[in-house]
């Protein structure tokens, strides 16, 4: 599968989008936000540019992109404010897969402008803000031009559905059925994308300048543990009815996988530290609830799914069975939900360029 041509959250403003279907995120984002904050002060203190590069990577079509950048902006004026200096510029690069939806992005930039002045009062600002299309397994951004990278949520997807997985059948994700060789084909598309996305960032970051990532990722050295494999098993739920009803080919089951690795802690310094050019300030591992966000729960929980899945199944599957493969998802969710309560883990990990 060409995940840059099939992956891209639900686009537009509507009930399913991903604009309004990504509270998960958001939370994820408040949670981890001490470490980019500490991260971005650092930064403006030690280096002090007069124009400050900033980088949201994965930005997606949603409002959490402008609240991430809200925040560092924000931070990174009052750092400056306290030095007595006078206030940098700032650039903002806003990237995701040319799919994504950046017009209904760019829509809310005019509101991002109002905030930050009633945040930090009149006369701050402009930022100027650029669209970036492309995917971070490649170059993104001329050589050390940046000094600042975020990224939530959007590392732990790969590049591509690794390859070697033919014997994974009836699963669309590293499970506890999975054969060995599977596990080990999900692990080296991990090593080898991330140890790309670090080669390349390494070269667009300049010297001191700060890296913070947050991704799904899991506490156990166990890929196939439940806190980072369940949520996509109860997708596979739902398709294996259908192919046991005959709704769906059990082929068309078996040859589908789901590009994401969920790293441990280990796994992720692990690449870090092979690669070398970052030092890792701070590493933290952190869950959240699935229905961390909406009084309704569950159904938000399958909806957050859906609006960042239904892209890829659409591709695999045929749009025609979408509909019935996330109502029976639905149903699933909220019945486990009503017995256990299910978590997201993260990990966010802080670094800097070294020399
Ligand atoms: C779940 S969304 C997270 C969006 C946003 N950061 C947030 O926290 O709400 C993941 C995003 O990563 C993007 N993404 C995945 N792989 C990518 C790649 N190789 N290059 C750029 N963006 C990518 C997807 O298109 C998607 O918009």
């Known amino acids: 599968m060409e995940l840059v041509q099939v992956l891209h959250m639900k686009e537009g403003v509507g009930d399913a989008s991903y604009a309004n279907n990504s509270g998960l995120q958001k939370t994820v984002i408040s949670k981890a936000k001490h470490v980019a904050e500490k991260a971005i002060t650092n930064l403006y203190c030690s280096i002090m540019p007069q124009c400050l590069g900033i980088a949201e990577l994965g930005c997606s079509s949603g409002p959490n992109a402008l609240f991430v950048i809200l925040e560092l902006v924000s931070t990174a004026y009052k750092a400056c404010q306290k030095l007595g200096r006078q206030l940098p510029e700032i650039q903002v690069f806003l990237n995701d897969l040319p799919g994504n939806d950046f017009n209904t992005l760019f829509k809310t930039v005019t509101k991002f402008q109002q905030n930050l002045s009633q945040e930090m009062g009149n006369g701050v600002g402009p930022c100027y803000f650029m669209g970036v299309p492309g995917s971070f397994y490649g170059r993104l951004f001329p050589n050390r031009s940046l000094h600042f990278v975020h990224s939530s949520y959007s590392v732990h997807w790969l590049s591509q559905v690794p390859p070697g997985l033919e014997d994974n059948k009836g699963n669309i994700f590293m ?179 070294n020399g």
Request: proline letters at 4%.
């Open 175 to 353: 499970s506890s059925s999975s054969p060995p060789s599977a596990l080990m084909a999900y692990y080296a598309q991990f090593q080898k994308d991330f140890s790309v996305f670090l080669k390349h960032r390494a070269e667009e970051i300049v010297e001191g300048g700060r890296m913070v990532i947050t991704i799904m990722g899991r506490r156990s050295e166990d890929p196939t543990s439940k806190e980072c494999c369940y949520s996509w098993e109860l997708l596979a739920l739902a398709l294996r009815d259908m192919v046991s009803e005959g709704l769906i080919e059990e082929e068309k089951l078996d040859s589908f996988n789901i590009p994401q690795y969920t790293p441990s802690p280990t796994e992720m310094k692990l690449e870090i530290e092979k690669d070398g050019s970052f030092v890792i300030d701070q590493l933290e591992v952190f869950e959240v609830d699935w229905d961390c966000y909406e009084s309704d729960g569950p159904c938000n929980a399958a909806k957050c799914m859906r609006a960042v899945a239904e892209s890829m199944f659409a591709a695999h599957f045929g749009s025609g069975i979408i509909e019935e493969v996330f109502r029976r998802h639905r149903e699933i969710v909220v019945d486990r939900m009503s017995k256990e309560k299910p978590q997201y883990v993260n990990l966010v990990v802080s670094m800097t360029r």
